[in-house]
């Protein structure tokens, strides 16, 4: 699958990805992964030309007209934050948006459980960290949480939902879009 | 030929999933872990303000890094020197080696008790057994470690191993042992404990300590602690027997200074240990105090084995337990689940290299793990674990793992190409539509059934509550 992408996305256009995990894959993985096979190269050159979301925003000094009500809890997702070092640049976005405030949330920077495969070889542990980050956020008060990860949102929303924690989510871009 | 014995616990039984499930279904070892981790990240935070620790990491790991290279050079200096200083140095291929020549030494000297203080290397080689299986009474000497020892428990964290218990239960196992009901403040508790193991103290034939680091150049073992008991059993008894895993080492004062003001650091959040006690070789002709015999017991068990893989860096650790504290996994289910000596990240990753990628219970942890990446922050050597975990899953063999091996190179197969991506697509699209209530599903079939036991699914994006 990996080499699909490496032909998928040949070229030398930066590659931008809505999921800091995914772009983490590839920035921080795929050289490794390909470490010592003819695609090595092709490999790095991805991924130094692959940029989550708000990254890349932040690195175009992109910032769309977007005006919105309210206020949103920001959830900071592992390889987002731990692999990619990507603090500022979803709250710089959140904060472009006319209208809109961010809340900071107690264990924001707590993983939500997901963790990949990990959410079904493990769904208790995974089951109680989602619905630890679901009562974090929605003891903010904030109207819905955000993240740059739609996997960590999908889990954190279903967990809540099972919990009957009402908690609205959105991806960063919905938001943006608004 | 060195027999492989495991280094998790036989008395653990049931998978993982099933001792994860049970720890969290506790809400009292819940409450522990979660005041007890809260304790150690404020510890953290201040550490994080008073000094330069992001620069005292990158120090850490060079000099780790530097040490585990040079590893059979660095013994063959320590040996020579600890000999220099009139001691005795063992070096064993595996546990069952280091346990046959402590065992023998304490029925060549005739003794009866032995009180030992913290190590980690003792409990992955099963020693206390060993020597109870020769007739020997063996005292733990540090707080934590008695309390395990008398509640029957294995340690749950790698400095703090009874940190899954709160005081109330302290105070039953006391009153247990002593056959007298004691008192349930804190101080009255480790009043207690002074009084009962001062007479172990005393009493004792072999002091048996871990070794935190050994610095070759001058021969010298270094054992850190904060309750004194350490210097006693290493000081009192007429033999003491220091046993450390054999990366345990560094080459100069000047690299042992900085590992050992780390340490504190990443373990308690404090700059200074309580006691570090520097011991070279046994008491001198000159010297009021000390034993009259010092034996080095240095432990193989795999180790050497992993120089030059791709697990090296997993011999950098200095045994600190940050990443215990910092995993959301340990701070979940506590360290017992895992059945090692080792729990959390580090755990996960050096018990099945240490027992073998094919032991069922050891190649189960390396999957207690989101990934999440907080462990390598929390390192005070930078050691990459979530990608050790990562390499640890690909020569994992757990039960089931053929299964899912299969299971995932279909799913890569029909993804690597445009038209099974679409037909997983249009699939997913009419099941959620067949299935699907008001937006969510609660119950899906075959593979799915582990997502929904916990959480339900939205078929429509953003989901509405």
Request: proline share 6%; charged share 25%; hydrophobic share 40%.
């Amino acid at each position: 699958m990996a080499r699909r992408a490496l032909d998928a996305f040949a070229g030398d256009e930066p590659v931008v990805v809505p999921s800091g995990s995914c772009a983490a894959m590839v920035r921080h993985a795929y050289p490794e992964l390909f470490a010592g096979t003819p695609d090595e190269s092709r490999a790095v050159d991805l991924a130094d030309r692959v940029f989550e979301f708000s990254q890349y925003l932040a690195r175009e000094d992109l910032a769309p007209a977007s005006a919105a009500s309210g206020s949103v809890a920001y959830h900071d997702s592992c390889h987002m934050l731990r692999i990619l070092g990507e603090r500022e640049s979803p709250r710089r976005a959140i904060a472009g948006v006319a209208g809109l405030e961010l809340v900071e949330m107690e264990g924001r920077d707590v993983c939500c459980g997901f963790g990949g495969t990990f959410s079904v070889t493990h769904p208790e542990v995974s089951g109680k960290l989602g619905e630890d980050k679901a009562r974090n956020a929605a003891a903010t008060g904030a109207d819905e949480l955000v993240a740059c990860d739609a996997s960590c949102l999908l889990h954190i929303a279903g967990r809540a939902r099972r919990c009957g924690i009402p908690l609205r989510v959105r991806h960063l871009a919905e938001v943006l879009d608004s | 030929m060195s027999e492989r014995r495991p280094v998790s616990y036989e008395d653990v039984t049931g998978s993982l999933r099933e001792r994860a499930r049970d720890a969290l279904a506790d809400a009292e070892l819940g409450g522990n872990l979660k005041a007890s981790s809260a304790s150690w990240a404020a510890g953290r935070a201040r550490m994080g303000e008073a000094h330069p620790f992001a620069e005292m990491r990158d120090r850490g790991r060079e000099i780790r890094r530097r040490s585990v290279r040079e590893l059979p050079e660095l013994l063959d200096l320590l040996e020579q020197r600890v000999v220099e200083a009139g001691g005795v140095v063992h070096r064993a291929a595996d546990g069952a080696d280091a346990c046959r020549y402590v065992a023998r030494l304490a029925h060549d000297r005739g003794a009866s008790l032995v009180a030992k203080s913290k190590s980690m290397a003792t409990e992955e080689i099963k020693l206390n057994e060993a020597l109870e299986e020769a007739g020997l009474r063996v005292v733990e000497t540090d707080l934590g470690e008695w309390i395990i020892q008398l509640a029957g428990d294995h340690p749950s964290h790698i400095i703090a191993p009874a940190v899954h218990l709160n005081k109330d239960q302290v105070a039953d196992l006391f009153a247990t042992e002593s056959g007298a009901p004691v008192p349930r403040e804190r101080e009255a508790l480790v009043a207690h404990a002074r009084r009962r193991l001062r007479e172990v103290f005393a009493a004792a034939d072999i002091g048996i300590s871990g070794v935190n680091l050994a610095v070759a150049e001058s021969g010298t073992v270094c054992v850190v602690e904060n309750e004194g008991n350490g210097r006693l059993v290493t000081a009192l008894p007429r033999v003491h027997v220091a046993v450390m895993g054999m990366e345990r080492v560094v080459r100069s004062w000047s690299d042992a200074a900085h590992i050992l003001q780390l340490l504190p650091m990443a373990a308690i959040g404090d700059d200074a240990a309580g006691y570090v006690n520097l011991i070279t070789g046994p008491r001198r002709d000159d010297e009021a105090d000390g034993p009259e015999e010092f034996h080095l017991v240095v432990v193989d068990g795999g180790r050497s084995a992993l120089r030059g893989t791709e697990f090296e860096e997993a011999l950098d650790c200095i045994r600190c337990g940050a990443c215990l504290y910092s995993c959301p996994m340990w701070r979940s289910i506590g360290g017992q689940a895992y059945g090692s000596p080792y729990s959390g990240p580090i755990g996960a990753v050096l018990t099945p290299l240490l027992e073998g990628p094919t032991s069922p219970k050891a190649a189960e942890l390396p999957f207690m793990s989101s990934l999440c990446g907080a462990c390598h922050d929390a390192c005070p050597v930078k050691i990459p674990l979530h990608d050790l975990l990562v390499r640890a899953r690909a020569v994992a063999e757990p039960p089931g793992r053929g299964r899912d091996r299969l299971a995932i190179s279909l799913w890569s197969r029909l993804w690597s190409t445009r038209a099974g991506y679409a037909a997983t697509r249009v699939g997913a699209r009419i099941g959620a539509r067949l299935l699907g209530r008001r937006g969510w599903l609660s119950r899906l079939p075959g593979p799915g059934r582990a997502w929904t036991e916990q959480r339900d699914l939205p078929t429509r994006w953003p989901p509405r509550p």
